[in-house]
């Protein structure tokens, strides 16, 4: 008895050891197979995408790959697609033959006989093939049997449309019976709910009541915070409102005094044109040439002004325009002065002039509108200038608040009292023989640098020169921090 014991003590386990390696390697197998049917269902799927995006070297390798595990692992249901894929590669490449000769083996599997469209496809591919070999005995065997399979496919699928017809409508009367019942059923289960309801309601009531009270109570107090914020809300918009209105008739003076100084001047180029025009048609009429050169060079000096003038005029609907989107980046201003030496490269080598600049900021602005800024203030200082090398400084300085750039020229200078004045539209200090302009681009600059909470300073002396001062809010400095730093070096043109 003893020995029994002890060998069934050596057995049982031994037979567990057993039954685990027997479980782990069925699992093992089961996995694997897992695996190869992931692996074939993946290259089957690769080769239908690159032979319908026809590429046909690649759908070919990977239906060959396909066909040499699925033979391995003897998957014949896997081997007949694989097949009829190859074949239809073999197809499209030209290798009609062995088209021809996966589909025949298709054919002798008896499954594929009982698939309908399959089939034909089959049958529609082997007549193709057979005419592109130019056997039209077999091509036309097996087009009959593509049409003989197509119109049997036809005829299986009226009747199951028929049968599915038959069934939507016994299911549809089945349904119909259903809800007959179910709403009996729903009938019996209301008048239960409302016999057993009854007993409940009059607690109910009372439970309401007090719940309406407490709910009516709060309602209250939320009525009277919504009106007061309604009364905020509606004082908030009636300031608004207001600021609007006088924001418009602040627009609307403008607009009608720009009117009336846009016409006032526009009238005066063309009187003169008119003018002149008029005592030139006299003296050709008459034979006399003696002052027509003089009559022409006033009419083109008139249409110059009247140009400029049209020009700055639509330069100054331009930036007025409120409704114009504005496009602002951070821009280093250094660049934006070479567009305006650019620009005024002419006037420069004309006048002798030079602009010399520090190492200014990055600012974010419209870099179309503040070069036109730049280009107004330092066309200013180079124009309005008796000297015979014109100049114009440009530096920053920054303050706890502000950005300041200052344009310091040495030009002709402005007395105190007009310091307001050659901000507004049109208005002139000088006439056109003296120095040439409209009077819009110091108004033009002014509503730009408006437009970013800023202003133009200026101080001046008369016959020494003004320094011209653009104060821009610290925020649209890109690096304010290392705008502190002057250097004392010059960028010379």
Partial sequence: MPK???LLFLFLPLCAIAQVSNEMA???????KLNTDSLLKKLIYEGQFFWANSNLDKAYKKYAQA???AELEEKPEKINTIKWGLAKVAYDRGNYNSCIELNEFLLKDASIQKEGEFLSEIYNLLYKSYLKTKDSKQAYVYHEKYTESKQRNYKIEKDNQFLE?????????RKQENQVLKEKQEENLAKIQRETSASLLLTLIVILVFIIGGMLFKSNLEKKKQNILLENLVKQRTAELQESNNQLKI???????FAYIASHD???PLRNIASFSKLLEKRVVVGEHKDIPEYIDFIKSSSRQMHSLIEDVLEYSIVTNKFEPVTKTYVELEDLMLIVKNNLSNFLSGRNAQILHHNLPALNVCPKKFTLVLQNIIENGLRYNHGKSPLVEISCRITEHHINIDFKDNGIGIDEEYFSRI???FKRLHNREQFEGTGLGLAVCKKIIAHYNGQILIKSVVDAGSTFTIQLPKSLSKNSTNLTIVNDRFDQT
């Fill in 4 to 6: 029994i014991s002890f």
């Fill in 26 to 32: 069925t699992d093992t197998i089961a996995l694997t």
């Fill in 67 to 69: 066909l040499m595990i």
């Fill in 165 to 173: 017809l038959e069934n939507f409508f016994n299911l549809k009367k």
């Fill in 251 to 257: 627009s609307n003076q403008e607009l009608e005094h």
């Fill in 266 to 268: 526009l009238k005066e």
């Fill in 423 to 425: 901000f507004e539209m």
